[in-house]
């Protein structure tokens, strides 16, 4: 059974960062393509960051680009967004995606509320 646990939420003030961690158990993260995705109150959920399963490579939605970083550690199984200068309008609850052709798997989400 495949899990994805996210984790490292919390208050922020404007300006500050956070280290989201995802913990793949069940599976390998290396054959998946991982992501971070986020859901504003009232808005739908967007795709933040991504990295293809074949490469390191990651990928950003416009409104992160050069401010958040997503890495993975294959020999822990594990995917990080690391979230720096955050603003008032990165307030969402943050969840770990993977996905393999038409198989995708969410973990729980992690809010990240910032407020100053």
């Known amino acids: 059974q495949v899990q994805l646990i996210e984790s490292g939420g919390g208050l922020v003030h404007p300006g500050g960062s956070l280290n989201l961690s995802c913990v793949a158990s069940?599976?390998?993260?290396?054959?998946?393509?991982m992501g971070w995705f986020r859901q504003a109150p009232g808005k739908q959920r967007e795709l933040v960051a991504r990295?293809?399963?074949?490469?390191?490579?990651?990928n950003y939605s416009d409104s992160v680009r050069g401010r958040f970083t997503m890495t993975r550690d294959v020999a822990k199984n594990t995917v990080y967004l690391q979230m720096n200068n955050l603003e008032l309008e990165d307030t969402a609850i943050y969840y770990c995606h993977a996905t393999f052709f038409s198989t995708d798997h969410w973990g729980q989400g992690t809010q990240v509320p910032v407020s100053s």
């Open positions: 069940g599976t390998l993260i290396h054959i998946w393509d």
């Open positions: 990295i293809v399963r074949k490469t390191d490579d990651a």
